[in-house]
């Protein structure tokens, strides 16, 4: 079933965007996209984007049209942004693919193929290059109305948050972690761990007061500011677990609109900031962990191939059961592993 239906969260949205709330200076372009994120108004990637990519867009286009990035949830609950797209109560939105996965299993294989991909590099060429751009669009035209794919990728490996040392599959057995529901969950407690369930804001206090051992929590520059490495001296980098994909859409209604030029530079704008986006996070993340090595403070493990590949090997066996949920869910699944194997990942 499609999602084509204002709901209740919706209708005031609508009234939000009616009145104009969030207007900014980008107004002073012909058209602004209304694009709504998965990023808090204080991540440092949000920044990134608005400073140094946003203004590029305008100057691509020549001033016809550019992006008013919004956080998550400023207009509509995370998980609502393709039906307010649908409605045109937003333009569009830059988030994770794994808000949907409640819709069908597949958004979750697409969203996140938890311990599958090496690098955020290796993302984004399966989105642009090994068919996952046209599969999230075979994904959205399934289950909703109106929604055009203009990308997806990746733009940072998520680190390990511990309070112990973890130097391989063996030491994950009986460990307390915090970790999203669904496909993350599965995998961490078929390598024996304990999963639990909680929000990010409730994750400093849990690991401080003992209630978790470990987080799937974020990237090592955001676990650096959020302090949880304070508390928990041996995170693991890089990750070994998730490298969620986030997606770019736009209505298709607002696509028709646009120019052949202006859906170009769209398109290329994007990709281009999401190359600088994930250059940036890596090195940043690098830094840090060459200045705590320097310090002394923490230990930073890196697991061996070896144990990565356990993992993975792991983790195929609950890629395997998601994929068996829907047929969608199979396709998604069977793009991923021609992908992965044609780059030598299994």
Known sequence: MKFNMLKGGLKAALLMSVMGIGATAADAADRVLKIQTSS????????????????????????????????VDAVVPRRETAEAISVGILDGDLTSINYFAGIDPAFALMGDLIAGYDSADQIQAFCAQGGGKEMLQKLFDAHYDGVHVVGCGAYAREAFVSKVPVRGVADLAGLKIRSPEGLAADVFKRAGAAPVSMSGSETYGALEKGVIDAADNSAYANNDANGMHKIAKFPIFPGIHSTPILQFTIGEAVYEELTEQERVAL???????????????????????????????????????AERDAMRVIAQEAWADFAAQSDLAKEVYDAHIAFMKDAGLL
């Open 40 to 71: 808090n108004a204080s991540h440092a990637s949000l920044a990134y984007l608005n400073e140094e990519w946003v203004p590029k867009l305008e100057a691509m286009t020549g001033g016809t049209l550019t992006v008013e990035l919004l956080p």
């Open 267 to 305: 398109e290329t704008w994007y990709l281009a900031a999401y190359n600088g986006l994930r250059q940036y996070f890596d090195r940043l993340d690098r830094q840090l962990v060459a200045r705590d090595k320097a310090a002394g403070e923490l230990e930073i493990i890196d697991w061996p191939q």
